[in-house]
């Protein structure tokens, strides 16, 4: 009796695992988005940034204080992206690594209830 009750702890840990294996791909999924969101303004911030150099000269002084303030701007906003960026990244870096570990947990649960299924079922055909 023993067998068959390590066999369903077993299948319950594995049970377990699966969800938290769900809820850390669902996480993983919304990661991803944000990433893919945020890459595509950096990619637009950087054209900005490399169309500003290309631009014909200001004039006067004003048009020469406003484009630098906007240039800045811009700059502070790509740093800003950039830095959520790597973030993000290293974010979804480890959530893959962990979704890996709980594969890995689940996948062993599932055969320690699977072996001591078998065992069980040795058990009742030899007292046969």
């Known amino acids: 009796m023993d067998l068959i009750r390590k066999s369903k702890i077993f299948s319950r840990l594995a049970l377990k695992e699966k969800m938290a294996l769900l809820k ?10 944000e990433l893919q969101q945020t890459s595509s303004l950096y990619e637009k911030l950087n054209k900005l940034v490399s169309d500003d150099t290309m631009t014909d000269l200001p004039q006067n002084a004003s048009e020469l204080k406003a484009k630098k303030f906007y240039s800045q701007k811009i700059h502070d906003e790509l740093n800003r992206v950039s830095n959520r960026k790597f973030f993000l ?6 959530i893959r690594l962990s979704a ?3 594969k890995t ?6 055969e320690k209830s699977a072996v ?13």
């Open 24 to 33: 850390k791909i669902k996480t993983l999924s919304t990661v991803s988005t």
């Open 89 to 94: 990244e290293k974010e979804a870096s480890d």
């Open 116 to 128: 001591y299924n078998q065992l069980y079922q040795t058990e009742i055909e030899n007292k046969s």
């Open 105 to 110: 947990k689940v996948n062993k649960a599932l």
């Open 100 to 102: 890996g570990k709980t």
